[in-house]
Structures are given as C-alpha cells and as structure tokens.
C-alpha cells in the first residue's frame, strides 16, 4: 500500500512541477499536477509522462489506481481565477 506523500515524492523526483497534491486512501490517488513541462502536449501525452515516473510502482501492482489533472502554470492560474 502507497501513502500519497510517497507518490508525491516521486513526482517530485521524476517532474518539476511548480504545484502538486496527491490524496488518497492507499488504493485510489487522486493528485492535480501543473509543470511548464506539459507546455504544447495533450492531455494523453502529459497522463503517459507522469506514468512513466510511476510505471515501477503500476507493474508491481503496489500504486493501482491514480486519477490525475494535469495543467501548465498558465492553465493552473486560469482555473484558480
């Protein structure tokens, strides 16, 4: 079982990101991730970026399930208003 501290410590390791939060209740995570890095990709190219950072932890079956919103620093701002 995964703590969200632990896969936000690995997204932190493997994506600058300029926000990032992760909940969850050790099976299902839910995290809001925003880098510049996901500038000029879609939304599957940016969801295949933060699985590749996690992709150990999906194969071994320790992370199963992790719902993402994936934005850019300016798409992050337009949201928050």
């Given at each position: 079982m995964m703590h969200p501290e632990s896969i936000?410590?690995?997204?932190r390791?493997?994506?600058?990101?300029?926000f990032l939060t992760v909940e969850?209740?050790?099976h299902h995570f839910?995290?809001?991730i925003v880098s510049a890095e996901f500038a000029g990709k879609n939304r599957v190219q940016r969801q295949q970026r933060v699985n590749a950072v996690l992709k150990g932890h999906f194969d071994s079956g320790i992370l199963h399930?992790?719902?993402m919103k994936?934005?850019?620093p300016e798409e992050w701002?337009?949201?928050?208003?």
């Open positions: 936000e410590a690995l997204l390791e493997g994506l600058p990101c300029e969850g209740d050790g839910e995290a809001i399930a992790l719902s994936t934005l850019t701002e337009q949201q928050r208003g």
